[in-house]
């Protein structure tokens, strides 16, 4: 801290250089990850085995967005598959909150459909991890041997079984049933489900993680919670994998196709050796054409999607058989190449639309979140081991996450703006008010609400709820309602064709705002000379700073305008559909 104070004394930009300083050095530092991050995720991508083979035979959308959730029941499936991709590559960058938002949904949206296929019940008052727990063991007892039924099958329970996101607890369950991969590996989905939703909310043992990537810039001493976080995730792909595969294995004979079962079935590559080689660093960056979009790096990943759709008809691009490692970069270069295209043709659409593309309003986009999520970086680093450096660590982390999904048009990027929302509330939380922070902090009962309510936020409540939605994927989502919601809150004076496009975007500067305003508010109380130089640096890059008050004045009051805003229909149908309407004619 002294160090930034003798440059804040100097100049204001001095400070700033340092914080872009800091950011250059964590990409950079991606490419030397240690080898207990990689292996494990290695490990578990070998587990797609013959999946995408299946899935051409089965009529998937080859050319589909891998952040889409599909129109029909193969794209469903297939989205399930490149979500795993998704959270790996964002593993492979270090940023395990975001790989945990994207991995907790999926598998509770897969528990679900394993408790359905098995008749597992969501019982009033039960945990979420303890149901999901059951579901798992059930369906998985005698894999691959299970019941499977055809459909998009979700579990359906009242929503007072299963509490929103902004009343979530603090949970400490005992390990639950197991569930064996390869020959005697256990994994307890218990533990699963309630490690993942303690880290995204701040808490438990993993949080050192968002510490090293956000404040130590993947290049410090490698935390003590790596590997078992890095284990504990890769045993979620690779169950995830499972269900998605038992439900191919059964659109396969559904459809008559008896031949590609017992290959889709195949458990012989679980826990197999995938070696310590990540994705190559380009493949990672996110999707700017300064980086990701780069004209030789898209060459690339569009000539590895060739190669990949060449295996898939039986030929040979390498004049040879690819190895088991070489198979799985392949499988995540086909899914970054897809990502790549339709980021691009994005670009083309607003050219179409616009007459130009305005890459400078980009590039000043992607400059504004680097400096909000530096200054929340460099505070976690002088307030590491304090619940506000952890608040500040994972602000940081998670809108890092939230900008890199936002630009791939991937609604998860909300659920990482939850986190921002909730972090922010805690760190102001903190600062302003200690003694009330130390009670909510000692209670086993606080819920991410009373955050935001004890932050003074209360008019952010439907922003919460909005958020709250797609930080899941289970039977009882609205996404359609939460959208609405997001689109309400803009500006009144945007274009009413273009405000559902830009809802999204709106959410990410909204934090943004929110995110920047704590920063300094936190930073003031350290050191009021770098509090000045982080309002310094918002006045004469970012925007002025009575702007910065301003706006999230108005966006407490749009949104309060919208606490009453219904949530809207479910967003999954299926079996779930008529579950719900039969519960409805009993409850009448």
């Given at each position: 801290m002294a160090e930034y104070e003798e440059m804040a004394a100097t100049e204001s930009r001095h400070v700033l250089e340092a914080l872009i300083a800091r950011h250059n050095a964590r990409m950079l530092a991606m490419a030397e990850l240690p080898p207990e991050t990689v292996k494990p995720v290695m490990s578990a991508l070998l587990a797609i085995g013959y999946m995408d083979f299946a899935f051409r035979k089965l009529g998937v959308n080859a050319k589909r967005p891998p952040s889409s959730y599909g129109g029909?029941?193969?794209?469903?499936?297939?989205?399930?598959?490149?979500?795993?991709?998704?959270a790996a590559r964002l593993l492979f960058c270090g940023q395990f909150l975001g790989a945990a938002t994207i991995l907790r949904s999926q598998f509770e949206r897969?528990?679900?459909?394993?408790?359905?296929?098995?008749?597992?019940?969501?019982?009033?008052?039960?945990?979420?991890?303890?149901?999901?727990?059951?579901a798992w063991a059930k369906c998985h007892a005698n894999y691959p041997f299970a019941r499977r039924s055809i459909g998009p099958a979700e579990s359906i329970t009242d929503d007072a079984a299963r509490p929103s996101w902004d009343e979530e607890v603090e949970q400490h369950s005992p390990d639950g049933p197991s569930i064996t991969i390869g020959r005697d590996y256990a994994v307890y989905p218990v533990q699963l489900l309630e490690s993942m939703s303690n880290f995204l909310h701040g808490r438990g043992p993993w949080v050192d993680l968002v510490h090293w990537e956000a404040g130590q810039l993947l290049s410090a001493q490698v935390p003590n919670s790596l590997t078992d976080a890095s284990e504990?995730?890769?045993?979620?792909?690779?169950?995830?994998?499972?269900?998605?595969?038992?439900?191919?294995?059964a659109l396969a004979e559904e459809q008559?196709?008896?031949?590609?079962?017992?290959?889709?079935?195949?458990?012989?590559l679980e826990?197999?050796?995938?070696?310590?080689?990540?994705?190559r660093l380009q493949s990672l960056f996110p999707l700017l054409p300064a980086s990701g979009l780069q004209t030789g790096t898209v060459a690339g990943l569009r000539d590895a999607a060739k190669a990949h759709s060449e295996v898939m008809r039986g030929k040979r691009p390498a004049g040879r058989l690819y190895q088991d490692d070489?198979?799985?970069?392949?499988?995540?270069?086909?899914?970054?190449?897809?990502?790549?295209?339709?980021?691009?043709?994005?670009?083309?659409?607003?050219?179409?639309?616009?007459g130009e593309l305005d890459f400078k309003h980009l590039d000043n986009r992607n400059f504004r979140y680097i400096v909000a999520s530096e200054m929340a970086g460099i505070i976690s680093v002088w307030l590491k081991g304090t619940p506000t450096g952890d608040a500040a660590a994972s602000c940081s982390s998670a809108l890092r996450t939230a900008y890199w999904l936002w630009l791939e048009d991937d609604d998860r990027a909300l659920a990482s703006l939850r986190i921002v929302l909730e972090q922010s509330a805690r760190m102001r939380v903190w600062t302003e008010k200690p003694e009330k922070a130390e009670k909510l902090q000692a209670s086993s009962s606080t819920t991410p609400k009373d955050w935001v309510k004890a932050a003074g936020w209360n008019r952010l409540s439907a922003l919460t709820r909005a958020l709250g939605e797609f930080s899941h994927s289970h039977a009882n989502v609205r996404l359609d309602g939460a959208r609405e919601i997001l689109e309400k809150i803009q500006r009144e004076d945007l274009d009413a064709e273009d405000s559902i496009h830009l809802a999204r975007g709106h959410a990410l500067d909204a934090l943004t705002i929110l995110l920047l305003g704590e920063s300094i508010n936190t930073a003031t109380?350290?050191?009021?000379?770098?509090?000045?130089?982080?309002?310094?640096?918002?006045?004469?890059?970012?925007?002025?700073?009575?702007?910065?008050?301003?706006?999230?004045?108005?966006?407490?009051?749009?949104?309060?305008a919208q606490k009453d805003a219904p949530r809207g229909d479910y967003s999954f149908h299926g079996p779930a559909s008529a579950l719900r309407k039969d519960r409805q004619m009993k409850n009448s």
């Open positions: 029909n029941w193969i794209d469903h499936l297939a989205w399930g598959t490149d979500s795993v991709y998704a897969w528990a679900e459909n394993a408790a359905y296929n098995t008749g597992v019940v969501h019982k009033q008052g039960e945990s979420a991890a303890s149901y999901a727990g059951r504990a995730l890769s045993d979620v792909i690779t169950l995830i994998l499972r269900q998605v595969r038992l439900c191919l294995a008559g196709m008896n031949d590609l079962p017992l290959k889709i079935l195949s458990s012989s826990r197999q050796n995938g070696g310590a080689e990540p994705p070489e198979f799985a970069h392949l499988h995540f270069y086909e899914r970054r190449a897809r990502a790549a295209n339709w980021a691009l043709t994005a670009f083309d659409m607003e050219k179409e639309r616009n109380k350290l050191s009021p000379s770098i509090g000045n130089a982080f309002i310094e640096i918002v006045d004469d890059v970012l925007m002025d700073k009575g702007v910065l008050a301003k706006n999230r004045e108005d966006l407490l009051n749009r949104t309060l």
